[in-house]
């Protein structure tokens, strides 16, 4: 378990605040009619001219700039030439390195006018997202936060609760000790410490838990053809309250501006 210092944890924030400025870019070209093929471009274009790298592409063979996954695909979805259509929800997961320290952050977001379940599935994995953070501080352990959004999403909305992929510690590497898992027990896993830097990423489905992994090695999908929506932040666990690295209201303010995105999930107040 690495911990960063507090300069460290500027460098992050801006690493972090890299890939939010980027999912607000996007937020502001999303439309019906566009490919996720287009999205994909964009984004590099995007991370590129702020003299950052692309921390997805090339990590384990992974061949695109960001993961792009609609509707029944859970995460990892490869950028193809699928348009996207009214009523759809798209996953925007992006991995940045600026300055030698990874930013890697995702969010929801939903075309048109989806079904009103499905929109309910976007608000309440991003409210469990909130969930966890409110666990980030130090002194609990990873079981808490991860209890937080099983016992929001499973058990108090009925939502699967993907369990073959799990959140995880950020740094100079995408993934560092410890996992994140989006199920688990209070008091249970490693204790949190101050300049612990997560990323936390519920990936809830509207029906069943179980997932398949497509023949690509990548695509993850629902076994039931159901929706599943996936939100991620990157979060410094503090003493009494968590500090969010990663932004959410540039992308809101820009989902909000756009006539084709539904806000589907609230803006929650006491992290914003
Ligand atoms: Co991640």
Not at 14 to 36: F, N
Not at 219 to 246: M, Y
């Amino acid at each position: 378990m690495i911990l960063k210092t507090n300069e460290q944890v500027e460098l992050m924030r801006q690493s972090a605040l890299l890939v939010s400025k980027t999912l607000a870019e996007i937020a502001t070209i999303l439309k019906p009619g566009m490919t996720t093929l287009e999205i994909d471009n964009r984004i590099g274009q995007f991370v590129r001219d702020h003299h950052a790298d692309l921390s997805f592409l090339g990590y384990r063979g992974y061949p695109f700039n960001s993961c792009i996954s609609v509707n029944d695909v859970v995460v990892h979805g490869f950028p193809n030439k699928y348009e996207l259509k009214d009523g759809d929800i798209v996953s925007i997961d992006i991995g940045v390195i600026l300055n030698g320290w990874h930013g890697d952050h995702a969010y929801t977001f939903a075309i048109g006018e989806p079904e009103d379940d499905v929109k309910q599935l976007v608000r309440v994995t991003k409210a469990s997202l909130y969930k966890g953070i409110e666990k980030a501080v130090a002194g609990n352990r990873v079981g808490d936060i991860s209890f937080a959004i099983q016992d929001y999403t499973e058990k108090k909305h009925g939502y699967g609760v993907v369990r073959e992929l799990v959140g995880h510690g950020l740094g100079q590497n995408l993934h560092e000790d410890p996992q994140v898992p989006n199920y688990g027990r209070r008091n249970d896993g490693k204790k949190l410490k101050e300049g612990l830097v997560l990323a936390i990423e519920p990936m809830i489905n509207l029906g069943r838990k179980e997932v398949l992994t497509e023949e690509d090695g990548w695509t993850v999908r629902t076994k039931d053809g159901k929706p599943s929506a996936h939100f991620e932040h990157d979060v410094c666990v503090r003493k009494d309250k968590a500090d969010i690295l990663s932004d959410y209201s540039i992308i809101e303010k820009e989902e909000e501006r756009n006539p084709d995105l539904f806000v589907a999930s609230a803006a929650i107040e006491s992290y914003s």
